[in-house]
């Protein structure tokens, strides 16, 4: 297959275009580089730098091309920013998304595979969350991604247009090559600053909030590795392509949950060096407990997490950011 990544550039999208070159697909990149890396994207693959709210370039780069799938991950997605600059996170995810959705059936109408979250969900009692659950948003990133899902199922009504939803639980992790990783401009996620705590840059580890109903106090999350989530892109697309599973969303995530503590511990055992915690308040909107029910991606596209094992979760992650402490800058 021929296939045009969106957001090619960024952590989630690089590791799939790697994984889809290994799989013998060709790719093409188009990243309009607000946080993505060109380094991130491998030599031979043409990188085209444009924006979602171009459309005309959009559909330019759908012209030029033969691609039988388009795989859309650009977005904006730190949830206390999009509270902040809610404009931003509506024109960018939900506008950039219509952009690219109307291209696509204006030119070649292709299959498409769409990033979207957890956060789609907000708090839920469920344990672990199917994917009928009910969707209620607790954060505009979290709006945003589901507004694309709806838009996307309205594209397949109206005008017929294969898909796939894919909602990722906490992505984490790094090619185990190591020369590419998590490098986003503002850090929050768990294991990137941990790592980067480990390695000095900052003081210590702040543990938001141990008196949640978890067994250890601590919030509970399901951590999926990058490499993982990119072969279930691969395997989404392969399937889209078959004319399988057309129009299904699916949980990513191992099904299995880990604490914050349990991930610093792993952390302290990979790296042999004990990190300095400090209890901190709870962060707002953190739900206590956040596990996929991922059994309807293995049942329906075969998804075989490799990377099942904590430390080795962190392994990578450690790997990447020991030697690209300053992420692609170096
Ligand atoms: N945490 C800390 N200290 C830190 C950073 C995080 O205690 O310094 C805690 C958080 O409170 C949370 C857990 O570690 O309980 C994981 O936090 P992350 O920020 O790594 O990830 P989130 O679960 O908040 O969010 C991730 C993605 C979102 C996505 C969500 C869906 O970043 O984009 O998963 O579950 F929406």
């Given amino acids: 297959m021929k296939l045009l990544v969106v957001g090619g550039a960024g952590y989630i999208g690089s590791h799939t275009v790697r994984?889809?070159?290994?799989?013998?697909?060709e790719v093409v990149v188009l990243d309009n580089l607000s946080s993505g890396h060109a380094q991130a994207v491998p030599p031979g693959v043409p990188l085209v730098q444009a924006d979602l709210l171009d459309v005309d370039a959009v559909k330019e780069t759908l012209k030029a091309h033969q691609f039988d799938a388009v795989i859309h991950f650009a977005a904006l997605i730190e949830v206390g920013e999009s509270m902040r600059a809610p404009a931003r996170y509506y024109r960018n995810n939900v506008v950039g998304s219509l952009n690219l959705l109307q291209a696509i059936v204006e030119t070649r109408k292709v299959p498409l595979v769409f990033s979207s979250t957890a956060a789609v969900y907000g708090t839920t009692d469920a344990v672990p969350i199917p994917e009928d659950a009910p969707l209620r948003p607790e954060s505009v990133?979290?709006?945003?991604?589901?507004?694309?899902?709806?838009?996307?199922?309205?594209?397949?009504?109206?005008?017929?247009?294969p898909y796939t939803v894919l909602r990722y639980f906490n992505v984490c992790g790094a090619a185990p090559t190591a020369d590419i990783g998590e490098a986003h401009p503002n850090k929050t996620h768990l294991i990137e600053l941990a790592?980067?705590?480990?390695?000095?840059?900052?003081?210590?580890?702040?543990?938001?909030?141990?008196?949640?109903?978890?067994?250890?106090g601590t919030c509970i999350r399901d951590y999926v590795h990058v490499q993982d989530l990119a072969d279930a892109h691969v395997l989404a697309v392969e399937?889209?392509?078959?004319?399988?599973?057309?129009?299904?969303?699916?949980?990513?995530?191992?099904?299995?949950?880990?604490?914050?503590?349990?991930?610093?511990?792993?952390?302290?055992?990979?790296?042999?060096?004990?990190?300095?915690r400090e209890t901190a308040p709870r962060r707002a909107g953190d739900p206590p407990r956040l596990v996929a029910d991922a059994s309807r991606i293995v049942a329906e596209l075969g998804f075989a997490p490799r990377f099942t094992d904590l430390?080795?979760?962190?392994?990578?992650?450690?790997?990447?950011?020991?030697?690209?402490?300053?992420?692609?800058?170096e």
């Avoid at 994984?19 to 013998?24: I, P, S, T």
């Avoid at 790592?195 to 250890?216: N, V």
């Fill in 239 to 276: 399937a889209l392509h078959a004319g399988q599973h057309v129009a299904a969303t699916y949980n990513v995530g191992l099904g299995r949950g880990f604490s914050v503590r349990e991930v610093l511990d792993a952390v302290d055992a990979v790296t042999g060096t004990p990190l300095t």
């Fill in 311 to 329: 430390r080795d979760i962190v392994q990578t992650a450690w790997d990447w950011h020991r030697t690209h402490p300053h992420g692609f800058q």
């Fill in 195 to 216: 790592a980067l705590t480990a390695l000095g840059q900052r003081e210590k580890m702040m543990i938001f909030g141990e008196d949640y109903p978890t067994p250890d």
């Fill in 19 to 25: 994984q889809l070159r290994a799989a013998g697909h």
């Fill in 141 to 161: 990133y979290g709006e945003t991604k589901l507004m694309t899902e709806r838009m996307i199922h309205a594209f397949h009504v109206a005008h017929g247009l």
